[in-house]
């Protein structure tokens, strides 16, 4: 018997699939700037990105993030942030903002002339407003793929979020356990406006985990503007 126990967990699966996701639809929009100070090994990079929810009806978030990066290689990079998201509420504004510091590790490589590969694992410790310190880890892949002969490329990424503790007795229970916290795939259409400036715009299918209540299906409409200086 003492063999089989490794099945028992799935014995309760039913339950929990049965509960139908919410879901809704978004808009996000996500300005970078970043510069390399005139080809030096030292990096720096600040996102400013609004959000809407609730079928893009009603701004939600706006995220604030800036970096300090360093080339260890040409394709290896190190970055050191921080992360303000402010969670918007008509009654009590932005007092619910959440806080992070975060770690990063990114490789890019021209994998073809036409084909760049990205891999990026960030670490965050997040300070919530009504809750203790949760840890999250995020692992993204990115392929963009340059129309040969033309400014315009096609991107698609995937970006999987895992909390690593818990939040218990907290209104964060129902969404901060150890395991899967959500998942981002995206896919999109871009064009490079000039050598430093580039806009890419598609759909990306964000799914939220959640414990004890249904998931959440996001369906969000993501616009990207990039400035290099």
């Not at 990079?45 to 893009?56: F, G, K, M, T």
């Not at 009654?91 to 890019?108: G, H, P, R, Y």
């Not at 871009?190 to 598609?202: A, C, F, M, R």
Request: some cysteine; aromatic content about 16%.
């Amino acid at each position: 018997m003492k063999n089989y126990c490794w099945f028992l967990p799935f014995l309760a699966m039913p339950s929990v699939v049965q509960a139908q996701p919410n879901d809704s639809w978004a808009s996000w929009l996500s300005t970078t700037y970043q510069t390399d100070f005139n080809n030096s090994r030292y990096l720096a990079s600040l996102e400013l990105a609004p959000r809407s929810r609730d079928n893009s009806s009603q701004f939600s978030q706006f995220i604030i993030r800036p970096l300090m990066g360093y080339k260890v290689t040409p394709k290896l990079q190190l970055w050191l942030g921080y992360t303000w998201q402010g969670e918007y509420d008509s009654s009590v504004k932005f007092e619910n903002a959440t806080q992070d510091l975060m770690q990063q590790v990114q490789w890019a490589d021209d994998i073809t002339p036409e084909i760049d590969f990205q891999y990026r694992l960030r670490l965050e410790q997040r300070f919530f407003a009504d809750a203790d310190t949760g840890h999250r880890m995020r692992h993204r892949v990115r392929l963009q793929y340059s129309v040969p002969g033309s400014n315009t490329y096609l991107v698609a990424a995937d970006e999987l979020f895992i909390h690593l503790n818990s939040l218990d007795d907290s209104p964060r229970a129902h969404s901060v356990q150890p395991g899967i916290n959500q998942n981002r795939a995206y896919a999109g259409i871009g064009y490079k406006l000039s050598p430093t400036i580039n806009l890419d715009t598609g759909y990306q299918f964000q799914y939220i985990n959640h414990f004890g209540v249904p998931d959440f299906f996001n369906h969000i409409w993501l616009t990207n503007l990039n400035i290099n200086f």
